[in-house]
């Protein structure tokens, strides 16, 4: 074996499903990362919406490394008492009584799909055919088969069909359609309360009302898909609280074990114990060591001062985002909740997201995009502030180099 690796082997030894930066990011340390070359960046990325607590948190790494020392895996012929504390953890701050926990954001959906469908069908002499699954255009729920026919970006199912069946898709934001749309026939709703890969945009609290509302009438139910917007966020531990909707199902993942790999799908005891004995599982769902990493993020972002942080972090970035544009107008919006936030790029520059994440790159930062015309943000939830305020600068040089090109 070659111990020497480089960005040139990727081609040859990865199938070619993404298309990476040049550096290679080799260690991180809070909001710092190097690459492999030794060179510093500033991290307003998290691994994509994951990372909310930074790089090698000391006390994540606390718990996975005493976690490490006890039990690695015992697989769901026992139950873990990592993964009892985080149900625990999980029911007391939310609507829910029973969780499944799985490995990532698809999975935890497809287990929310699964069970809305089960629900229905175990209904079903009540409600007949009542299987259809209603999502929105440009949403994203995950890459599985099920997940990527439910998200409403018919380019992530091209050329993988057949598709499965009884899903429709409606305009986000759009009531009307909504309440025309969902129906008796409608088993379940799922939403994103920020559509994230998508372009940073928030769901209208009157939209999301008349889901619920509508869900009701009709016996489906609502599911908020926090894959992104869960864990702290959008400055409260989930999005839907602020929203004052609650659903009946809510599935997260990404900063939940911080980058240790862990979903969760999170309902009523009415609900969830439709879900019986052997009728959906995983192996790795629900792991002790991804449990114990959980465990401490959660009692570190559910503190006052964390949630808090990220309202005054928040505003940071939009008034230094506004202050850029300003100077060099390239952005028409922006957009977003807590340390999620899309800057839109105005008509000149529409189209270069990816371009303006290349510059970014060579000022020292990780930013993301959120589709061609957007570039998104979403940094650490407890990123040191002059870190940050040391980002927004590269980000503005970023936008002149961009700018000027
Ligand atoms: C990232 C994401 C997913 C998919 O999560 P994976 O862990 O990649 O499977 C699903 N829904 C939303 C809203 C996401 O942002």
């Given at each position: 074996?070659?111990?020497?690796?480089?960005?040139?082997?990727?081609?040859?030894?990865?199938?070619?499903?993404?298309?990476?930066?040049?550096?290679?990011?080799?260690?991180?340390?809070?909001?710092?990362?190097?690459?492999?070359?030794?060179?510093?960046?500033?991290?307003?990325?998290?691994?994509?919406?994951?990372?909310?607590?930074?790089?090698?948190?000391?006390?994540?790494?606390?718990?996975?490394?005493?976690?490490?020392?006890?039990?690695?895996?015992?697989?769901?012929?026992?139950?873990?008492e990592p993964v009892l504390k985080l149900a625990r953890q999980l029911t007391d701050a939310t609507f829910g009584d029973r969780v499944f926990f799985a490995n990532s954001g698809a999975e935890a959906n497809e287990a929310a799909l699964k069970l809305a469908r089960k629900f229905a069908s175990d209904r079903a002499s009540v409600n007949g055919q009542k299987f259809e699954i209603i999502a929105f255009d440009h949403s994203f729920h995950g890459r599985t088969l099920f997940t990527v026919s439910v998200g409403g970006q018919p380019k992530y199912s091209a050329g993988f069909g057949p598709l499965p069946i009884g899903i429709r898709h409606l305009p986000f934001n759009d009531?009307?359609?909504?309440?025309?749309?969902?129906?008796?026939?409608?088993?379940?709703?799922?939403?994103?309360?920020?559509?994230?890969?998508?372009?940073?945009?928030?769901?209208?609290?009157?939209?999301?009302?008349?889901?619920?509302?509508?869900?009701?009438?009709?016996?489906?139910?609502?599911?908020?898909?926090?894959?992104?917007?869960?864990?702290?966020?959008?400055?409260?531990?989930?999005?839907?609280?602020?929203?004052?909707?609650?659903?009946?199902?809510?599935?997260?993942?990404?900063?939940?074990?911080?980058?240790?790999?862990?979903?969760?799908?999170?309902?009523?005891?009415?609900?969830?114990?439709?879900?019986?004995?052997?009728?959906?599982?995983?192996?790795?769902?629900?792991?002790?060591?991804?449990?114990?990493?959980?465990?401490?993020?959660?009692?570190?972002?559910?503190?006052?001062?964390?949630?808090?942080?990220?309202?005054?972090?928040?505003?940071?970035?939009?008034?230094?985002?506004?202050?850029?544009?300003?100077?060099?107008?390239?952005?028409?919006?922006?957009?977003?909740?807590?340390?999620?936030?899309?800057?839109?790029?105005?008509?000149?520059?529409?189209?270069?997201?990816?371009?303006?994440?290349?510059?970014?790159?060579?000022?020292?930062?990780?930013?993301?995009?959120?589709?061609?015309?957007?570039?998104?943000?979403?940094?650490?939830?407890?990123?040191?502030?002059?870190?940050?305020?040391?980002?927004?600068?590269?980000?503005?040089?970023?936008?002149?180099?961009?700018?000027?090109?």
């Amino acid at each position: 074996m070659q111990d020497v690796v480089t960005r040139s082997d990727f081609g040859e030894l990865i199938t070619p499903v993404y298309s990476p930066a040049s550096l290679i990011p080799v260690r991180g340390e809070g909001s710092y990362v190097w690459d492999a070359d030794g060179r510093r960046y500033i991290d307003l990325a998290g691994g994509v919406a994951v990372t909310g607590l930074g790089h090698a948190h000391p006390d994540l790494v606390a718990a996975l490394g005493a976690q490490s020392q006890a039990i690695w895996h015992i697989g769901n012929v026992f139950t873990n008492e990592p993964v009892l504390k985080l149900a625990r953890q999980l029911t007391d701050a939310t609507f829910g009584d029973r969780v499944f926990f799985a490995n990532s954001g698809a999975e935890a959906n497809e287990a929310a799909l699964k069970l809305a469908r089960k629900f229905a069908s175990d209904r079903a002499s009540v409600n007949g055919q009542k299987f259809e699954i209603i999502a929105f255009d440009h949403s994203f729920h995950g890459r599985t088969l099920f997940t990527v026919s439910v998200g409403g970006q018919p380019k992530y199912s091209a050329g993988f069909g057949p598709l499965p069946i009884g899903i429709r898709h409606l305009p986000f934001n759009d009531v009307s359609s909504a309440c025309v749309g969902i129906s008796e026939k409608t088993c379940a709703v799922i939403v994103e309360l920020v559509q994230g890969e998508s372009g940073v945009k928030p769901a209208e609290l009157e939209f999301v009302r008349a889901l619920r509302q509508r869900c009701d009438e009709v016996g489906a139910l609502l599911i908020f898909d926090e894959v992104q917007t869960g864990i702290g966020r959008t400055g409260c531990l989930f999005a839907y609280m602020d929203y004052g909707i609650t659903p009946d199902i809510l599935t997260t993942a990404k900063a939940l074990g911080n980058g240790f790999p862990i979903g969760a799908m999170i309902t009523t005891a009415s609900i969830g114990d439709h879900f019986t004995a052997g009728s959906h599982g995983s192996t790795f769902g629900g792991n002790p060591l991804a449990a114990s990493v959980a465990n401490k993020v959660l009692e570190i972002v559910q503190r006052p001062e964390t949630l808090e942080g990220v309202k005054l972090r928040n505003r940071i970035c939009l008034e230094r985002l506004q202050e850029i544009n300003r100077r060099i107008n390239v952005f028409s919006e922006f957009r977003g909740r807590g340390l999620l936030i899309g800057a839109e790029l105005n008509g000149n520059y529409r189209g270069r997201s990816a371009k303006l994440v290349e510059h970014a790159y060579a000022a020292g930062i990780f930013t993301l995009m959120a589709g061609p015309d957007v570039l998104r943000l979403a940094p650490s939830l407890v990123i040191p502030i002059d870190v940050l305020n040391d980002g927004l600068a590269a980000l503005e040089r970023a936008v002149e180099t961009f700018a000027a090109e």
